[in-house]
């Protein structure tokens, strides 16, 4: 008796354990996005993408939204890697800017309807036109 006790309390401990790390590792998946740099000027702006944490090998879309309109002046979609993620060069080009402050919409996409999917994952990053001093 007194062997078996210690010996479920040592599986009791590695199994807690083994789910924490479970659940740890499931809380990593949040998206994120680096978007670099985070302005640019009105006449054409190329940014870096690196973005992770959304449905693997699916759709993300993207729109370029400015807040005070509510207007998208740029959309697009990536496919995602294994892991949800995707880095990418993007450039906007002449003519699609207005100075202000914009907002990069990412969201999950599989039926590419150029609309977020119910439920699923969405991440926004702020920019502006021209860079502020």
């Known amino acids: ?17 083994s789910f ?15 978007v670099s740099p985070t302005c640019g000027d009105v006449t054409g ?10 449905e693997p090998d699916s759709s993300v879309g993207w729109k370029l939204i400015h807040p005070e309109t509510q207007t998208t002046s740029e959309f697009g979609y990536f496919a ?13 080009e002449e003519g699609e800017l207005v100075e202000g ?19 699923k994952n969405e991440f926004i990053v702020s920019m502006s036109v021209p860079c502020e001093e």
Do not use: H
């Open 1 to 17: 008796m007194k062997i078996i006790v210690p010996c479920f309390l040592l599986i009791a401990i590695l199994f807690s354990s």
């Open 20 to 34: 924490s790390l479970f659940i740890n590792a499931n809380s990593q998946l949040k998206p994120n996005a680096l």
């Open 45 to 54: 702006y190329g940014m870096n993408l690196q973005i992770n944490g959304f």
């Open 80 to 92: 995602t890697n294994s892991t949800g993620g995707f880095s990418e060069s993007v450039y906007i």
């Open 101 to 119: 402050k914009y907002n990069i919409q990412f969201f999950d996409d599989a039926d590419t309807d150029n609309n977020p999917d119910p439920g």
